[in-house]
T-cell receptor
Framework: DAGVTQSPTHLIKTRGQHVTLRCSPI?????VSWYQQVLGQGPQFIFQ???????GRGNFPDRFSARQFPNYSSELNVNALLLGDSALYLC?????????????FGQGTRLTVV | AQSVAQPEDQVNVAEGNPLTVKCTYS??????LFWYVQYPNRGLQFLLK??????LVKGSYGFEAEFNKSQTSFHLKKPSALVSDSALYFC?????????????FGSGTRLQVQP
């Protein structure tokens, strides 16, 4: 079975540019979340989407936005990139049943802003 | 607000010896607790979870974790470490009683298993 897939795996952007990251969840998972992992730190929650609606947002500026599509895939968009946005961006998908609360993560997109 | 503390940046253990990676948490209400492992330049791999019931939960690759409600701890353990267990380990929590699925992670503990 395919796990969570993210694209691209690596990306280099210039300050001020815009970036779009993509995520396909595990088949059957309707909830998708995005996390930012800066080098040397634990992942930080950015967004959660379920049934195409935003269900949670972390402490990130409005430059960060996301959406979920009818097939449950998701995009994370970041505008006006800053050097500090350089990080590993992780997508996670999960069931929404109480007995299966665990999230499964993709391999991440390594974003470098220069 | 919820939080997770992993007090050790690095744990060193000899191959074949038991290992423990410590985690304490703070959350409103009952917690879901998780351990994840991260290998270099990779995403997070799910190891195990605590939902309810037995305080000792077993997971992948021989890992287990002990939930202690009074100490708000969820330490990761393995009876006999392997060199291939060397990686970065993250503890995570989220409240059980809300619809929010946002995980709060600790800062991570690097496990180094020496041959």
């Amino acid at each position: 079975d395919a796990g969570v897939t993210q694209s691209p795996t690596h990306l280099i952007k210039t300050r001020g540019q815009h970036v779009t990251l993509r995520c396909s969840p595990i088949s059957g998972h309707k909830s998708v979340s995005w996390y930012q992992q800066v080098l040397g730190q634990g992942p930080q929650f950015i967004f959660q989407y379920y049934e195409k609606e935003e269900r949670g947002r972390g402490n990130f500026p409005d430059r960060f936005s996301a959406r979920q599509f009818p097939n449950y895939s998701s995009e994370l968009n970041v505008n006006a990139l800053l050097l500090g946005d350089s990080a590993l961006y992780l997508c996670a998908s999960s069931f929404t049943t109480p007995g299966s609360p665990e999230a499964f993560f993709g391999q991440g997109t390594r974003l470098t802003v220069v | 607000a919820q939080s997770v503390a992993q007090p050790e940046d690095q744990v060193n253990v000899a191959e074949g010896n038991p290992l423990t990676v410590k985690c304490t948490y703070s959350v409103s209400g009952n917690p879901y607790l998780f351990w994840y492992v991260q290998y270099p330049n990779r995403g997070l791999q799910f190891l195990l979870k605590y939902i309810t019931g037995d305080n000792l939960v077993k997971g992948s690759y021989g890992f287990e974790a002990e939930f202690n409600k009074s100490q708000t701890s969820f330490h990761l353990k393995k009876p006999s470490a392997l060199v291939s267990d060397s990686a970065l380990y993250f503890c995570a929590v989220r409240p059980m009683d809300t619809g929010r699925r946002a995980l709060t992670f600790g800062s991570g503990t690097r496990l180094q298993v020496q041959p």
